[in-house]
């Protein structure tokens, strides 16, 4: 193994891999897709996240098939799969929500992960509306400072507004960077 | 050549007992502390009787009615152990204790300044004898051989293998090894069993057959009898027996700030003492006697072991700010239980062991945060080989350190299924009920979704029927149907047959 081989495998053992694939562009951020379920978002999620070294999947509605991401290429091993309990009252309603908002602050700030995907497509939309602007802001500060962390939000209706930096609207084709360029 | 010398105090209770004054009659010593009292050393001339230690004191005084017994002192034991190894902390800085009544000494290096390791060995056998301390020596290249030698009596082994001297052993001398991990007596007697009668017979045995066989502990015990060693010499002191730091407080402390000068005192002492041990703490249980209100009381265990005062400090203070005690304090017991902490050799890039304790933390606040401690709701997935939907474990999280990329998606998938869990009862209405509708295809019936208006199932697919743990209570017979609705939507429904009735499996987004 050649020392150019020999670092970039130290490097993409220490979470660098994607910094690796940008050539050192950072493109940490938040983006957003939103949509009903049935439009297939769930689906793009997964190939979005499978792309990446090591995952945290925030399924604050405990819909995530671990069968179903295995199948569309992710590596379960890699995975960090926080699940919420609907049947506990601290984890519903804008309670649950601001545990949420401090679980993805908590994962962005440790640098563990390399893609965040947090999943709020079954979250009451009306809820989803009432957080404050400020708490996209802070994640979108977090993500920024950090420089090596990338969210992926799914949610029912827009709600990060200028906060992130692709959106999909229903009924829409991706509205993202990427999806726009291919 | 010879680099390790072992040294062993045979039938030490007696010895710490006796202080060195042999008895011409039998002598045994006897624990008295469980429901009948058990000889645990003798001296030679009950030993020439028969009597050996475990036995029971009513057989051993069958053998040997004259006998005298004695009451073990573990006191004494203490300060003999204490004696022996200040004796051989003279020969070497590298002395590894093997409880109860063996030492093991690396003599690498020290020839130069003290002799030949023969002479050292001679030397200390002449400085315990001056104490009155039977003792043996062994002395050979590797660590397992010097032990052997030291049970056996064999002269120092000087060659580099020390195969062909432990040879014509019998194979009862690996029960010297017993305390080191693996049940070498009971491995002793299956040897026997299987005809084998010396250590030079073990060590001949083809290595992947008696590891089929016997598993690890088969491959320890042919290292053994060819005297070969794995693994560092670590200083091995024996872990501190669990007691309470407790203190009376007169008067009464009035809330639980008062209380902290004290916890922090006690903590910084802890401290100090497990960084001489080389232990950490793993640990803590903070009880409060409370003035007529009963006890308060308070456990932590820390992700990963550590010994920093502060830390422990601040977590002892914030469970005493959130649940104070609600009477004047008037006692208090700390304990605290150690481990050894744990080492991880450091990486070219980072630091292995730190970025690990990183993620523990985080896992640990994480499942803080999600209301979640057994950590059944925050780790990584295992899917299990089960025919069972939504069949998979939790383990925790430690991703690969080298990740590979992500596989590419096979094209042709299906797409992704959100599953419901628990899973919804659905209301079918069939336009023609058949004899047997429920087992029916969907296809055409109304279906009521739970928060969703009726909607049509347009076409289905299946049944996919799976069942399985017929003999135990979590058993399933089940159809499985993925359905297309009117409105466009997929999702996946199963029929209990057990239950004879309908279900949303998840649905396909």
């Given at each position: 193994?050649?020392?150019?081989?020999?670092?970039?495998?130290?490097?993409?053992?220490?979470g660098w891999?994607?910094?690796?694939?940008?050539?050192?562009?950072?493109?940490s951020?938040?983006?957003e897709?939103?949509?009903?379920?049935?439009?297939?978002l769930t689906?793009?999620?997964?190939?979005?996240a499978?792309a990446?070294e090591?995952?945290?999947?925030?399924?604050?509605?405990?819909?995530?098939?671990?069968?179903?991401?295995?199948?569309?290429?992710?590596d379960?091993?890699?995975?960090?799969?926080l699940?919420?309990?609907?049947a506990?009252?601290?984890?519903?309603?804008l309670?649950?929500?601001?545990?949420w908002?401090e679980?993805?602050?908590?994962?962005i700030?440790?640098?563990?992960?390399?893609?965040?995907?947090?999943?709020?497509?079954d979250?009451?939309a009306?809820?989803?509306r009432?957080i404050?602007r400020s708490?996209?802001f802070r994640?979108q500060r977090?993500?920024?400072?950090?420089?090596?962390?990338e969210?992926?939000?799914?949610?029912?209706?827009?709600v990060?507004?200028?906060?992130?930096?692709?959106?999909?609207?229903?009924?829409?084709?991706?509205a993202?960077p990427?999806?726009r360029?291919? | 050549?010879?680099r390790?010398?072992?040294?062993?105090?045979?039938?030490?209770?007696w010895?710490?007992?006796?202080g060195g004054?042999?008895?011409?009659?039998?002598q045994?010593?006897?624990?008295c502390?469980?429901?009948?009292p058990?000889?645990?050393?003798?001296?030679?001339?009950?030993?020439?009787?028969?009597?050996t230690?475990?036995m029971?004191?009513a057989?051993?005084r069958l053998?040997?009615?004259?006998?005298?017994a004695?009451?073990?002192?573990?006191?004494a034991?203490q300060?003999l152990?204490?004696?022996?190894?200040?004796?051989l902390?003279?020969?070497?800085?590298?002395?590894?204790?093997?409880p109860?009544?063996r030492?093991l000494?690396?003599?690498?290096?020290?020839?130069?300044?003290?002799g030949?390791a023969?002479e050292?060995?001679q030397?200390?056998?002449?400085?315990?004898a001056a104490?009155?301390?039977?003792?043996r020596?062994?002395?050979?290249?590797?660590?397992?051989?010097a032990?052997?030698?030291?049970?056996?009596?064999?002269?120092p082994?000087?060659?580099?293998d020390p195969?062909?001297?432990?040879?014509?052993?019998?194979?009862?001398t690996?029960?010297a090894l017993?305390?080191?991990?693996v049940d070498?007596?009971a491995?002793?007697g299956?040897f026997?069993?299987w005809?084998?009668?010396t250590?030079?017979a073990?060590?001949?045995?083809?290595?992947?057959?008696?590891?089929?066989?016997?598993g690890?502990?088969?491959l320890?015990?042919?290292?053994w009898?060819?005297g070969?060693?794995r693994?560092?010499?670590?200083p091995?002191?024996?872990?501190?027996?669990?007691?309470?730091l407790t203190?009376?407080?007169e008067p009464?402390?009035?809330?639980w700030?008062?209380?902290?000068?004290?916890l922090?005192?006690?903590?910084?002492?802890?401290?100090a003492e497990?960084?001489?041990?080389?232990r950490a703490?793993a640990?803590?249980?903070?009880?409060?006697?409370?003035d007529?209100h009963g006890d308060?009381?308070?456990?932590?265990?820390p992700?990963l072991?550590?010994?920093?005062p502060?830390?422990l400090?601040r977590q002892?203070?914030t469970?005493?700010?959130?649940q104070?005690?609600?009477?004047p304090?008037t006692a208090a017991?700390l304990?605290?239980?150690?481990?050894?902490?744990?080492?991880?050799?450091?990486g070219?890039?980072?630091?292995?062991?730190?970025?690990?304790?990183n993620?523990?933390?985080l896992l640990?606040?994480l499942?803080?945060?999600?209301?979640?401690p057994?950590g059944?709701r925050?780790?990584a997935?295992?899917?299990?080989?089960?025919?069972?939907?939504?069949?998979?474990v939790m383990?925790?999280?430690?991703?690969h350190?080298l990740?590979r990329?992500?596989?590419a998606?096979?094209a042709?998938?299906r797409?992704a299924?959100?599953?419901c869990?628990p899973?919804?009862?659905?209301?079918l209405d069939f336009?023609?009920l058949p004899?047997a509708?429920?087992?029916?295809?969907?296809?055409?019936a109304?279906c009521?979704?739970?928060?969703?208006?009726?909607?049509?199932v347009?076409?289905?697919?299946?049944?996919?029927?799976?069942?399985?743990q017929w003999w135990t209570?979590?058993?399933?017979s089940?159809?499985e149907?993925d359905?297309?609705?009117a409105?466009?939507?997929?999702?996946?429904?199963?029929?209990?047959?057990?239950?004879?009735?309908?279900?949303?499996l998840?649905?396909?987004d």
């Amino acid at each position: 193994m050649s020392v150019r081989e020999q670092l970039e495998a130290g490097l993409r053992a220490r979470g660098w891999g994607a910094s690796l694939e940008r050539r050192g562009q950072a493109t940490s951020g938040l983006r957003e897709w939103a949509g009903a379920p049935g439009g297939r978002l769930t689906r793009h999620a997964l190939q979005w996240a499978a792309a990446g070294e090591r995952i945290a999947w925030a399924d604050p509605c405990d819909r995530f098939d671990p069968a179903s991401a295995q199948r569309l290429g992710m590596d379960l091993q890699q995975l960090l799969w926080l699940r919420g309990d609907p049947a506990r009252a601290e984890l519903r309603g804008l309670p649950g929500l601001s545990r949420w908002n401090e679980t993805l602050n908590l994962l962005i700030q440790s640098g563990a992960v390399e893609r965040i995907v947090a999943d709020f497509l079954d979250w009451p939309a009306e809820e989803m509306r009432r957080i404050p602007r400020s708490a996209w802001f802070r994640l979108q500060r977090g993500l920024e400072q950090g420089g090596r962390t990338e969210m992926l939000l799914l949610t029912p209706v827009p709600v990060a507004g200028i906060c992130a930096a692709g959106r999909h609207a229903p009924g829409r084709a991706l509205a993202s960077p990427e999806a726009r360029r291919a | 050549m010879s680099r390790f010398l072992a040294v062993w105090v045979p039938e030490l209770p007696w010895q710490a007992v006796a202080g060195g004054g042999g008895a011409a009659h039998p002598q045994l010593v006897v624990e008295c502390g469980g429901p009948a009292p058990v000889v645990v050393a003798v001296n030679p001339p009950a030993r020439r009787l028969g009597i050996t230690a475990g036995m029971s004191w009513a057989q051993a005084r069958l053998r040997a009615p004259g006998g005298e017994a004695r009451e073990r002192a573990p006191a004494a034991e203490q300060r003999l152990r204490e004696e022996m190894l200040a004796l051989l902390d003279h020969f070497s800085d590298r002395c590894h204790a093997l409880p109860p009544e063996r030492w093991l000494l690396d003599l690498a290096g020290m020839e130069r300044l003290l002799g030949p390791a023969v002479e050292m060995a001679q030397r200390v056998q002449a400085a315990a004898a001056a104490r009155g301390i039977a003792l043996r020596c062994g002395l050979a290249p590797t660590r397992a051989a010097a032990l052997l030698a030291a049970h056996a009596g064999l002269p120092p082994i000087c060659g580099a293998d020390p195969a062909a001297a432990l040879a014509p052993l019998p194979v009862e001398t690996l029960a010297a090894l017993c305390d080191c991990g693996v049940d070498a007596a009971a491995l002793c007697g299956l040897f026997q069993r299987w005809g084998l009668a010396t250590l030079g017979a073990v060590a001949a045995l083809p290595p992947r057959a008696l590891a089929e066989r016997l598993g690890r502990a088969g491959l320890h015990c042919r290292r053994w009898a060819r005297g070969e060693d794995r693994g560092l010499l670590l200083p091995a002191a024996p872990p501190p027996p669990p007691c309470p730091l407790t203190h009376s407080f007169e008067p009464a402390l009035e809330g639980w700030l008062p209380l902290l000068p004290w916890l922090e005192q006690q903590l910084r002492q802890q401290a100090a003492e497990w960084e001489r041990g080389d232990r950490a703490c793993a640990g803590l249980r903070l009880e409060l006697r409370l003035d007529g209100h009963g006890d308060w009381h308070h456990r932590h265990a820390p992700p990963l072991p550590h010994r920093d005062p502060r830390r422990l400090l601040r977590q002892l203070e914030t469970a005493l700010a959130l649940q104070p005690p609600a009477a004047p304090i008037t006692a208090a017991a700390l304990w605290t239980h150690t481990l050894r902490p744990r080492r991880l050799q450091g990486g070219l890039f980072g630091d292995d062991a730190l970025e690990e304790e990183n993620r523990e933390r985080l896992l640990a606040r994480l499942r803080v945060l999600l209301l979640d401690p057994e950590g059944q709701r925050c780790g990584a997935p295992r899917l299990r080989d089960l025919h069972r939907p939504d069949a998979f474990v939790m383990i925790p999280w430690q991703p690969h350190a080298l990740a590979r990329p992500g596989a590419a998606t096979p094209a042709g998938v299906r797409p992704a299924l959100r599953v419901c869990r628990p899973s919804p009862a659905l209301t079918l209405d069939f336009p023609a009920l058949p004899a047997a509708a429920e087992a029916a295809s969907p296809a055409g019936a109304l279906c009521h979704l739970p928060r969703r208006r009726p909607e049509r199932v347009q076409r289905a697919w299946g049944p996919w029927r799976n069942s399985g743990q017929w003999w135990t209570d979590g058993a399933w017979s089940r159809d499985e149907w993925d359905v297309e609705f009117a409105g466009g939507g997929r999702s996946r429904l199963l029929f209990d047959r057990r239950l004879r009735r309908w279900f949303l499996l998840g649905t396909y987004d």
